[in-house]
């Protein structure tokens, strides 16, 4: 009786932790609730099966227990049981899977009205790339990558030459309006994760991934990479601003291009050359 009470403690204990818990999500800022949802869901389906494995342990550890004068009985097959149990995992698997599908379906289907924008992970810094004024972003390539050029964009592309280049600064982003993010890293995997948008995807070396969002509030909220990327991972940080129009556009104008940095650039080595 003692170890069935304590099971049942354990069960009840559980999922009472998990509904009254204080450590919960930060409150969302984009339109991800559907992955929130689906979380949840996923939650009530395992925490039932687990009360239901646990209360199933008591049970049997209470009507089974050694009394004098019973034997037990040796059962090696259940053909309905173990029916039951395969439909009932089946069930609850596709009730755990089919929600994420949908919300995988709307994941990687970008809206038509998002713009771009690009995010460079390195040891151990972030550094983003915005479309200037034409509202297209240039070509980039790992070649081009260097202490002065950390995105790799080409120079000889012309549509790059006035995308707005952050280095190791802050993003800004625009409220309501969707985006697009491409994933790009130059050195090992990294993972750009803002924990209020809910939406990340892994960087991966040589490859191109991406995600989008709509950011649903205005606010401050901090980068993290959630990928182990070496010793200073969790130093790994930035922030993102999001902000209304009239405050980011004021922010985009004090940004500047490639081609400013570029300029900028060799006008220190002209410098740097004389002086030597």
């Given amino acids: 009786m003692p170890t069935a009470i304590i099971l049942l403690l354990v069960a009840a204990g559980s999922v009472l932790f998990h509904v009254l818990s204080p450590w ?65 995992t089946a069930v609850g698997v596709a009730a755990m899977l089919i929600p994420g599908l949908f919300v995988w379906h709307q994941f990687v289907t970008v809206p038509a009205d998002a713009s771009e924008i690009e995010v460079m992970g390195q040891q151990w810094r972030w550094s983003f790339r915005l479309p200037g004024k034409d509202g297209r972003m240039g070509t980039s390539d790992v ?89 200073a991972h969790a130093q790994m940080r930035a922030q993102v601003v999001v902000q209304e129009e009239p405050a980011y556009q004021a922010w ?8 400013q940095l570029s300029e900028r650039t060799k006008t220190r080595t002209a410098r740097d050359s004389g002086a030597n």
């Fill in 252 to 259: 985009l104008q004090q940004q500047q291009t490639f081609a």
């Fill in 24 to 88: 919960w999500w930060t409150p969302i800022a984009s339109n991800w609730r559907y992955i929130d949802d689906t979380i949840i869901i996923t939650f009530w389906i395992t925490g039932a099966v687990f009360f239901a494995v646990v209360a199933f342990m008591a049970y049997c550890v209470l009507r089974f227990r050694h009394r004098e004068g019973h034997k037990a009985a040796y059962e090696p097959e259940n053909r309905k049981l173990e029916w039951w149990l395969t439909g009932g």
């Fill in 143 to 231: 070649r081009h990558v260097s202490a002065d050029n950390p995105l790799g964009l080409n120079p000889n592309d012309t549509n790059g030459q006035d995308d707005v280049v952050i280095e190791s600064g802050d993003l800004h982003l625009q409220i309501g309006k969707p985006v697009k993010v491409l994933l790009r890293s130059v050195d090992v995997l990294h993972n750009f994760y803002v924990p209020e948008f809910r939406a990340k995807m892994d960087m991966v070396p040589g490859s191109v991934t991406y995600f989008w969002f709509t950011p649903t509030r205005t606010g401050t909220f901090d980068v993290l990479c959630a990928e182990l990327c070496g010793l």
